[in-house]
């Protein structure tokens, strides 16, 4: 009969389990620092996003504060408009008057001062926009690293596990050809 050299049977099977044992713990740390590194991406951007939400909050603010002082405005052009039309009517009824001068100056002042106020609400609203659009994207380009490093994380661990298989299945073979060897 042949003689089986155990040992060497038993140190391939070792060495392909200290393989197996060392892919493992590879792969983890390499899950756990890319998962890591995603969720402190993650977290930097919802505080970015946090923040964005905190400035469009005045923002609104800002815009009903503005919102209220146009319909101050036009409450007291409504009142100017009234004025000047009863005295235009009562008066003079289709004759200019110097007696008009400062009605007319104080509803121009007024559409001034409204034309100003919504330029600022547009300006305000075309604002909010970009950073909506901003803030969409970047949790889209966080989704998409996140899922890339899981995908190569996945990817990694198969092809080194696969590699592991083989060297297992190959010692395997080694010692299953050792024991059935003829004896010389």
Same mark, same amino acid.
């Given at each position: 009969?042949?003689?089986?050299?155990?040992?060497?049977?038993?140190? =391939?099977?070792? %060495? *392909? +389990?200290?393989? &197996? /044992?060392?892919?493992?713990?590879? $792969? #983890? @740390?390499? !899950?756990?620092? =890319?998962?890591? %590194? *995603? +969720?402190?991406? &993650? /977290?930097?951007?919802?505080?970015? $996003? #946090? @923040?964005? !939400?905190?400035? =469009?909050?005045? %923002?609104? +603010?800002?815009?009903?504060?503005?919102?209220?002082?146009? $319909? #101050?405005?036009?409450?007291?052009? =409504?009142?100017?408009?009234?004025?000047?039309?009863?005295?235009?009517?009562?008066?003079? $009824?289709?004759?200019?008057?110097?007696?008009?001068?400062?009605?007319?100056?104080?509803?121009?002042?007024?559409?001034?001062?409204?034309?100003?106020?919504?330029?600022?609400?547009?300006?305000?609203?075309?604002?909010?926009?970009?950073?909506?659009?901003?803030?969409?994207?970047?949790?889209?380009?966080?989704?998409?690293?996140?899922?890339?490093?899981?995908?190569?994380?996945?990817?990694?661990?198969?092809?080194?596990?696969?590699?592991?298989?083989?060297?297992?299945?190959?010692?395997?073979?080694?010692?299953?050809?050792?024991?059935?060897?003829?004896?010389?």
């Amino acid at each position: 009969m042949a003689s089986i050299d155990f040992e060497n049977i038993l140190q =391939k099977v070792k %060495d *392909a +389990a200290g393989t &197996v /044992a060392d892919f493992t713990t590879k $792969a #983890a @740390k390499t !899950v756990v620092e =890319k998962t890591g %590194d *995603a +969720a402190k991406s &993650v /977290a930097g951007k919802a505080s970015d $996003a #946090a @923040k964005n !939400v905190a400035g =469009k909050a005045q %923002d609104t +603010a800002k815009k009903t504060k503005l919102s209220a002082q146009i $319909a #101050a405005e036009r409450e007291g052009l =409504k009142k100017k408009y009234m004025e000047l039309g009863k005295l235009y009517y009562e008066k003079y $009824a289709g004759n200019t008057d110097p007696d008009f001068a400062q009605p007319v100056a104080d509803i121009e002042a007024a559409l001034e001062r409204v034309a100003a106020k919504q330029a600022e609400i547009d300006a305000l609203s075309a604002a909010e926009a970009d950073i909506e659009i901003e803030v969409t994207e970047e949790a889209d380009h966080v989704v998409d690293e996140v899922e890339d490093t899981v995908e190569s994380a996945v990817e990694t661990a198969v092809n080194e596990a696969e590699e592991i298989a083989d060297e297992a299945a190959k010692a395997f073979d080694d010692a299953a050809s050792t024991v059935n060897k003829p004896q010389e």
